[in-house]
């Protein structure tokens, strides 16, 4: 046991007194909070361009829908107004020419083709310079949706005053989850937490695997590993690599989660500093219980990949040879994030049941699920007892390829190869 708490105290000093280390824990809470802080700011300045009413109309409907069009795409900021032309519908082709060449030439910046009236649908299509502008384009979508509705209501009798009413009305509903423990907040602030959750864990396991990958074969390379196993045994070597390395990985993963919430805490006054309306974020609640949980996870999670992430270092002697190895474990860990988005999307599926007790997807997968919904007990009960038995599996099959890999040199084995390392081994 002191070899091993040895091994695990030069692991995880050595990774945490490095720059990259402290750069890393630093930066990404930043970035978290220039996330929560610049969107809300940017959205309250982000307004469709001041030439979005600089357009040529051509309007081929029969019922003047073109002036109703051009009167709700003027606005405060606008510098023109656009410019309404009817067309017979037989002329469409050649007035389309003729508008495609004023807005190369910058006369308009774009033009808006209306077809149809009271034999057929209304339609539209737009070509211009700011086509790729969203805000524009919702808003002349906007605009034509709005004219044809009132052109439509007037049509059949409606009040003016109604209609100016009933085109121009917004309706937000917003949705709020309802979980075991009653009202659970935003479902779409849940989603993103979820999402959040799930996408951090990833990480994480991808990065520190891969660090414990670079460890191994470093010390392969360089020999050192030869002299340290002449004194501790391989398996104590290499428990006490993947213990560490996991430690800095929740080292970090702590120290995010306690700025993040700092971070929440400063976000309201620092809008109010700027004027900005501050919009809660009601993030949904993890008790101490979930909180034990997504530890669990992670850790089996990283056990699992850094196992055989080591297997893989120990079997390699250049980084080349290293990235092609690692393919398949990579592949493994890039699955589960495939199943991301069916799993947001119905987290009590058959398919979010089956991935979040697969070994290889549980440690992303189960997290996201207890994030979005309660989970019954069966299945956290399963889904820890196959990541368990995964795990002690992979470290078995990985202390043994470990003991062997680490002092053969020359080319990467062979899967026979490999096979005969575990019986040697063991």
Not at 281 to 294: K, Q, V, W
Not at 394 to 415: D, F, H, N, Q, T
């Amino acid at each position: 046991m002191a070899r091993l708490w040895t091994v695990v105290k030069r692991e995880y000093l050595e990774r945490v007194r490095t720059k990259w280390f402290i750069v890393a824990t630093v930066f990404a809470p930043l970035l978290f909070g220039a996330l929560m802080i610049l969107p809300t700011l940017l959205a309250t300045r982000s307004t469709e361009s001041k030439n979005v009413a600089d357009i040529a109309i051509l309007d081929a409907t029969d019922i003047g829908l073109g002036d109703r069009v051009a009167s709700r795409l003027v606005t405060v900021s606008s510098t023109s107004l656009p410019e309404v032309r009817t067309v017979a519908p037989s002329a469409i082709a050649q007035a389309e020419s003729l508008a495609t060449r004023q807005v190369i030439a910058h006369e308009h910046t774009g033009y808006l083709v209306l077809t149809g009236g009271t034999a057929a649908p209304v339609a539209g299509r737009y070509a211009g310079r700011n086509a790729s502008s969203m805000l524009d384009m919702n808003r002349i979508e906007r605009s034509v949706r709005q004219a044809a509705m009132a052109q439509r209501l007037e049509r059949e009798g409606v009040d003016v005053a109604i209609v100016d009413s009933l085109v121009t009305a917004r309706l937000d509903i917003p949705a709020e989850r309802i979980t075991d423990r009653g009202r659970g907040g935003s479902g779409i602030i849940g989603f993103i937490f979820a999402f959040g959750i799930a996408f951090l864990l990833y990480m994480s396991i991808i990065l520190y695997g891969q660090n414990v990958l670079r460890g191994v074969m470093e010390e392969k390379q360089t020999r050192v590993a030869e002299v340290v196993m002449s004194s501790v045994r391989t398996d104590t070597l290499l428990a006490g690599k993947v213990i560490g390395v996991g430690a800095v990985g929740l080292t970090q993963l702590v120290l995010w989660g306690i700025t993040s919430w700092l971070l929440l805490e400063v976000r309201a006054p620092i809008l109010a500093r700027f004027g900005q309306p501050v919009t809660p974020l009601d993030l949904p609640s993890i008790g101490f219980g979930g909180l034990l949980l997504l530890l669990a996870f992670f850790l089996l999670g990283f056990i699992f990949y850094s196992a055989l992430f080591a297997a893989v270092g120990a079997m390699v002697n250049s980084d080349q040879e290293a990235q092609q190895a690692a393919q398949p474990v990579m592949m493994l860990l890039i699955a589960g994030i495939i199943f991301l988005n069916p799993v947001l999307l119905n987290p009590q599926s058959t398919l979010a049941q089956v991935v979040s007790i697969v070994p290889f997807s549980a440690p992303i997968i189960m997290p996201l699920r207890l994030s979005l919904i309660a989970v019954p007990t069966w299945e956290l009960a399963a889904s820890l007892a196959a990541l368990v038995a995964a795990c002690l599996a992979a470290v078995w099959l990985a202390a043994r390829i470990y003991r062997v890999g680490m002092l053969m040199y020359g080319k990467r084995p062979s899967m026979r190869e490999l096979v005969r390392w575990v019986r040697m081994a063991g």
